[in-house]
């Protein structure tokens, strides 16, 4: 198993050049799953995880979100990024004593967003917070890779302006890498891409798409993240499956299962490869 300094090293290299996807674990089976795969780093997603622990996505306590990127860093012999929503704290001060405990966690990286309860916060105030997360990391030796995040789009301002000028002031803050959820089309992602260059761009696609991996690593992008899409994907099957024998009385919803036998192989050799 690499060390936490050793995964930091490797997850900085990455975004030096080329583009590679970072798909979003939700707990320690899928996250060895997608690493057994060949996925070469990895990230939480708090709505993956949120949803898996019957909360909705943003209701997670801070210590029991700390507890949960611990246990997938410390799982995954591959860098995991910390989607680490907004700091968990209303001040700057709080943000960067926050971040200080989600670096001791192991992680390779993590986000910092600029919204607070789903809504888009001033400029100054989500920049002040901003850099009291750099200075955070700064602190505990920089090896871990701060990603600048803008949710405007999300938050329900979708102009691409104000999502390009956050970007560029969190990159002047420090940002290692920027990012922007919500954006899609080739225009947008293009346009982002050539804002903050050179910075590294990371790309959420949580939505079936006609974009591919070639095609977005040809807009520039530099990384590639899924969110919670495939939490979502495994509670589409749930939900389907469970409502079919509940309202049907019908198991269809369990055919083409992957086998219990085949799971159990897959996880028995992957338990020979881990250490302890």
Avoid at 155 to 163: I, N, R, S, T, W
Wanted: glycine share 8%; proline share 5%.
């Amino acid at each position: 198993m690499p060390t936490a300094a050793e995964k930091r090293r490797t997850f900085r290299e990455m975004h030096k050049s080329g583009c590679f996807v970072i798909p979003n674990p939700w707990d320690v089976g899928s996250a060895r799953y997608l690493q057994h795969l060949g996925f070469k780093a990895l990230a939480t997603t708090s709505a993956g995880y949120a949803f898996a622990v019957a909360r909705p996505d943003g209701a997670v306590p801070r210590d029991m979100m700390l507890a949960h990127i611990k246990e997938m860093s410390e799982a995954a012999d591959v860098p995991m990024n910390a989607d680490f929503e907004e700091g968990f704290a209303d001040t700057p001060e709080g943000v960067a004593e926050s971040v200080k405990a989600c670096v001791a966690t192991g992680v390779a990286g993590l986000s910092i967003e600029d919204v607070d309860d789903h809504k888009l916060m001033p400029m100054d105030i989500a920049l002040t917070r901003f850099r009291a997360a750099r200075a955070a990391v700064d602190a505990t030796g920089g090896e871990t890779l701060l990603v600048g995040r803008c949710d405007a789009f999300l938050a329900g301002v979708p102009d691409l302006d104000e999502v390009i000028k956050r970007l560029k002031a969190y990159s002047e803050a420090g940002a290692d890498c920027l990012y922007a959820p919500g954006i899609r089309t080739r225009e947008q992602i293009s346009a982002v891409v050539k804002a903050v260059a050179p910075k590294p761009v990371n790309l959420l696609v949580g939505f079936a798409s006609d974009l591919t991996v070639a095609d977005i690593a040809a807009l520039g992008v530099r990384r590639i993240s899924v969110g919670g899409a495939l939490s979502r994907v495994a509670w589409t099957a749930t939900i389907a499956a469970s409502k079919k024998l509940l309202d049907e009385g019908r198991f269809d919803g369990f055919a083409n299962l992957v086998t219990h036998g085949d799971m159990g192989k897959l996880f028995a050799e992957d338990m020979k490869r881990r250490p302890g």
